[in-house]
């Protein structure tokens, strides 16, 4: 077994740490109160490979491993969740889906502009309706001999207004169940597609997230992806991978506000010591620090299961429901640790608290995580 990263590791954390430090800190504040989405911030991270880091380069992508997407997804997360998450998405819920099971078509138009920044995917699974209950799917793919009608609504949709390129899931046959649903690459500009309400959120706050709506669309038979009737495990195979990136944004988000709390007892003075000189400071700092180890040794054991092909459903489950209760505990003592100032913005650790909460919600919930893992485990 061995502990070390290799030289490329270090050296694509090292890029997103710089990345993350030269460009995304500035303006993290005010896009966090406007709610603005980091475009130009994100445009950056597809010309630095952030935006497809494991595709094949064949299709403009990194050629890098899943080690490689944790370390650049903590360094990123550590500064600005709202960037990281667009990143996470793009990456592990459309590219790779779409590079595994995708025709070389489909390949060529939608995961080489998508996996080089130029543009920005989209995934399409929660409903008003059927959120952690995924197969109760409420969209229609109606099966038109040429095309599929598409109609239905999508709610928080990560990316929603700022995307391109869409994946939706939709059901075609509900006689079949969870065996009828399909997959289908929507483009923003077919007709019929209406972007939605804006959510005004509690964390993630420059994520752009939308309500979609699809109004009979034609979508073409040929951007189906895979066989009639793969959508559900198409989304279920995705999401194995994507909650290995948001499990590392976790990791960031606690990485973040620790390192923040460390720095500001280190100069802070009471009872005429720095505090962290106080052992009630210590504890919280010792606490934190072995909290964040745990969650980033599941992360990378989680990534390195995945580069190895082997099955990681269940580490991924366990490294999202750990590392997100882990930002959670994290981000709250780090506060604690700052007193007054860390109730204010200038700060950064209360926007990590309030980020922090999403990971224990998005991509399956902690209870759904349970639910994965307890599977695995009685298989
Ligand atoms: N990996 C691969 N396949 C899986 C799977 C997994 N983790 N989980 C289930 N499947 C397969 C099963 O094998 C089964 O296929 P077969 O019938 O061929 O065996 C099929 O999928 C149906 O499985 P279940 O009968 O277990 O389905 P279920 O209704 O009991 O639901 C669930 C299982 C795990 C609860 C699932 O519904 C689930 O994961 N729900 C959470 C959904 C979710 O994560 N939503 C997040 C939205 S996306 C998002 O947040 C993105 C963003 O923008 C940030």
Redesign the pocket.
């Known amino acids: 077994m061995n502990f070390e990263l290799t030289e490329e590791q270090l050296a694509v954390r090292d890029a997103a740490r710089d990345f993350a430090k030269n460009e995304l800190l500035a303006g993290v504040i005010e896009r966090d109160e406007k709610q603005q989405f980091p475009k130009e911030q994100v445009k950056m991270m597809g010309d630095l490979g952030f935006m497809g880091m494991m595709v094949d380069t064949q299709y403009n992508g990194g050629g890098m491993d899943t080690v490689s997407y944790v370390l650049a997804m903590e360094e990123l997360s550590k500064i600005d969740a709202s960037a990281s ?1 667009c990143m ?2 793009n990456n592990s ?1 459309v590219c790779w889906g779409l590079e595994k099971f995708g025709t070389e078509a489909q390949k060529e138009k939608y995961l080489k502009p998508l996996a080089s920044g130029e543009k920005i995917g ?2 399409c ?2 409903e008003p309706e059927a ?5 109760s799917q409420k969209t229609t793919a109606e099966d038109k001999g040429e095309y599929y009608l598409l109609n239905g609504t999508k709610n ?4 929603g207004n700022s995307a391109s390129i869409y994946l939706v899931i939709a059901q075609t046959d509900r006689e079949k169940g ?2 009828g649903i399909n997959c289908l690459i929507v483009e923003r500009d077919m007709e019929g597609f209406v972007v939605g309400k804006k959510e005004d959120k509690l964390g993630i706050r420059g994520s752009d ?1 939308h309500s979609l709506m699809f109004q009979d669309i034609k979508v073409p038979k040929e951007n189906r992806i895979g066989e009639d009737g793969f959508g ?2 198409f ?3 995705t ?2 991978g ?2 290995i990136g ?1 499990a590392a944004q976790a990791l960031g988000i606690a990485s973040g506000a620790y390192e923040l709390a460390l720095a500001y007892a280190k100069e802070r003075k009471a009872f005429g010591k720095p505090i962290c000189q106080h052992q009630a400071i210590q504890f919280k700092l010792a606490d934190m620090a072995t909290q964040i180890d745990a969650a980033r040794l599941l992360c990378l054991k989680a990534a390195r299961f995945k580069d190895l092909g082997r099955n990681f ?1 269940k580490e991924s ?1 366990m490294a999202k429901l750990y590392a997100s209760q882990v930002a959670m505990d994290v981000t709250i003592e780090a506060v604690q640790i700052h007193g007054g100032y860390g109730y204010v913005k200038e700060y950064h650790v209360e926007r990590l608290m309030r980020d922090a909460k999403i990971t224990q ?5 902690s209870e ?1 995580q349970k ?2 893992i307890s ?1 695995e485990l009685l298989r």
Do not use: Q
């Not at 959120?131 to 197969?135: E, L, N, Q, R, Y």
């Not at 928080?156 to 990316?159: A, D, F, G, Q, S």
């Not at 919600?361 to 919930?365: S, V």
């Open positions: 998450v996470s998405v819920l989209a995934f699974l929660s959120g952690s209950d995924a197969t928080w949709i990560t990316n969870h065996k997230t559900f495990k989304a279920m195979s999401l194995n994507g909650r948001i459903s489950a919600i998005y991509e399956g919930t759904i639910i994965v599977r």
